[in-house]
């Protein structure tokens, strides 16, 4: 396991609502990337948090907002909820002891159904 | 463009067969390379990284060639319990991790 948990573990929202999904980072780890995983394609990058400031962020609308807070964990909001946002959300943690190369670790996500 | 591009298979082998699978990247200025592995509606899992020499993990052996972009995972004598979807990553200079569409193994008995 890689201490990385994420909350709730499946959520079913209508279009048009807002969702908060949460996730506590690794022991030690100062960094949080959130990717949205939709059926059949591979994880992709919303946004990371480092030390509380966003650091960097992926193709998507306003809508998704995010969060990190103190302690490092960290929360991704979505507003105006679509159809398309059903997908795996994926939170992955790294810091220092991730070496050179930053390793990420996931959390086993958050499956959100938006009907 | 995307950033990185794999070929979603699916690849479906016999035990004991080696299989290849290869990736190619966008970005040139592209830090830190790795293959995860993703069992079906589970997390990835960091399966190795991939140095710019090649290595090696086991039955595992990863090259990459920074010249045309391109990584490529072998897996020789392949078990059972090797099918899952392989997914490319790459860390670019935003410290921000790229995945490829991922690649689905089947080993079949």
């Known amino acids: 396991e890689t201490g990385v948990t994420q909350s709730p573990t499946h959520l079913i929202k209508t279009r048009g609502q807002q969702v908060t999904l949460r996730c506590s980072s690794q022991?030690?780890?100062?960094?949080v990337s959130w990717y949205q995983q939709a059926l059949g394609q591979g994880p992709q990058f919303i946004f990371q948090?480092?030390?509380?400031?966003?650091?960097g962020r992926g193709n998507f609308p306003p809508r998704f907002s995010g969060l990190q807070f103190p302690n490092y964990s960290s929360e991704l909001n979505v507003n105006a909820l679509e159809l398309d946002d059903s997908a795996l959300y994926l939170c992955?943690?790294?810091?220092?002891?991730?070496?050179?190369?930053?390793?990420?670790?996931f959390g086993a996500g958050t499956r959100l159904s938006v009907l | 463009r995307k950033e990185v591009e794999q070929d979603p298979g699916p690849f479906n082998v016999p035990e004991g067969a080696t299989v290849a699978f290869n990736c190619t990247y966008s970005?040139?200025?592209?830090?830190?390379f790795f293959w995860y592995r993703q069992d079906c509606r589970k997390e990835p899992k960091l399966l190795m990284s991939?140095?710019?020499s090649g290595n090696e993990d086991g039955r595992f052996t990863a090259q990459l060639n920074r010249a045309s972009q391109y990584i490529s995972l072998l897996i020789r004598d392949s078990k059972l319990s090797d099918s899952a979807t392989y997914l490319c990553?790459?860390?670019?200079?935003?410290?921000?991790?790229?995945f490829g569409t991922g690649t689905s193994l089947t080993v079949i008995p």
């Open positions: 992955a943690s790294s810091g220092e002891d991730s070496g050179p190369k930053n390793i990420q670790y």
């Open positions: 022991s030690g780890h100062n960094t």
């Open positions: 948090y480092y030390r509380e400031e966003e650091n």
């Open positions: 970005n040139s200025a592209s830090q830190s």
């Open positions: 991939v140095y710019s």
């Open positions: 990553v790459v860390r670019n200079t935003g410290n921000q991790f790229y």
